[in-house]
């Protein structure tokens, strides 16, 4: 069965400092692979995804995201965070020959000044 | 990217009647349609899935008088939460995709549910 793993509910960092959110996953096929934010009260909003070909992935706002299949880890990361990107973040596993997706528990991130 | 509206975005309601939620793809056709209900400060959890012109496929667990789906057309599917009680106060997002697109799916903006 598939399943999404997102070890860490909730991460503090500096204005301007990295990140990185890990993302672990099950999966029986070839995964298919994406993160999305959701600030609150708000719905999803895709930040990059990952179906095939180069493994760093490049997304929206300066995240990008690495598909390591030995590890079954899909993190993002970001070099320096803004303020703006305070929010929860939503790793998800599918595949597009079937209708299944599903979301890690999510990791909320809270920036610092 | 392809858009999905939800509506409405917020929507209280008294408990014992009932409640109808839209999602609709704009600028494509959404043959199948994905509903989510998310508890604060958790993950989303699929309800149902819906293909255009026949019955839902609910989740282990979700009831399926409780919430009717109906997908009449390639653009519109709606939820409806049937006799609400506050317990089914939640935030509910819908996805669409074309599975005729090499695409995800995409996601609406949610609908914030209060039953009071």
């Known amino acids: 069965a598939q399943s999404v793993t997102q070890p860490d509910i909730h991460i503090t960092v500096s204005e301007g400092a990295s990140l990185e959110l890990r993302c672990n996953y099950s999966?029986?096929?070839?995964?298919?692979l994406f993160w999305y934010v959701q600030s609150p009260g708000q719905g999803l909003q895709l930040l990059l995804k990952y179906f095939s070909g180069d493994t760093l992935v490049q997304g929206i706002k300066g995240f990008e995201a690495e598909f390591k299949r030995s590890q079954s880890s899909f993190n993002l990361r970001k070099p320096s965070v803004h303020w703006s990107d305070a929010a929860e973040y939503f790793c998800?596993?599918?595949?597009?020959?079937?209708?299944?997706?599903?979301f890690g528990a999510g990791t909320r991130l809270t920036v610092k000044p | 990217g392809a858009v999905v509206s939800q509506h409405p975005s917020r929507v209280i309601c008294k408990s014992g009647t009932s409640v109808k939620i839209e999602c609709r793809s704009l600028d494509f056709q959404a043959t199948t349609m994905f509903w989510y209900r998310q508890f604060p400060k958790k993950s989303l959890m699929l309800m149902a899935t819906s293909n255009e012109g026949s019955k839902a496929t609910y989740e282990q667990g979700v009831e399926k008088d409780k919430f009717l789906i109906n997908h009449a057309s390639l653009t519109l599917s709606t939820l409806t939460v049937t006799s609400a009680h506050p317990e089914d106060s939640s935030f509910y997002i819908c996805?669409?995709?074309?599975?005729?697109?090499?695409?995800?799916?995409?996601f609406g903006q949610g609908t914030r549910l209060t039953v009071v």
């Open positions: 998800a596993v599918g595949a597009l020959n079937n209708n299944d997706m599903r």
């Open positions: 996805s669409a995709r074309d599975i005729n697109m090499n695409t995800e799916a995409f």
């Open positions: 999966y029986g096929a070839t995964p298919y």
